[in-house]
């Protein structure tokens, strides 16, 4: 499913989070400027549409290119 659209993620961004985080299912911090969106878009490069690779976003951000995926 990578490379359709960018996928919202719940984390906010912050660079020194996950230096002191948990190991098992860190949550993110818990507040921020923008959310994590990952997995590239449809027109990104190869290299760049992976689960891995995450940037931030403003939750204010409209785009064709960004998504969710609804999970139970």
């Keep these: 499913m990578s490379g359709n659209v960018w996928e919202?993620?719940?984390?906010w961004v912050d660079g020194s989070y996950y230096a002191?985080?948990?190991?098992?299912?860190p949550t993110?911090?818990?507040?921020?400027t923008t959310h994590i969106v990952r997995g590239g878009a449809w027109?990104?490069?190869q290299m760049d549409?992976?689960?891995e690779h995450r940037i931030g976003r403003k939750p204010t951000s409209i785009s064709e290119l960004t998504?969710?995926?609804?999970?139970l």
Excluded: E, M
């Design 49 to 51: 549409c992976r689960v």
């Design 20 to 25: 002191s985080s948990p190991i098992n299912n």
């Design 8 to 11: 919202w993620c719940q984390d």
């Design 67 to 71: 998504g969710f995926r609804l999970a």
């Design 28 to 32: 993110g911090p818990s507040s921020g």
């Design 43 to 45: 027109n990104d490069q």
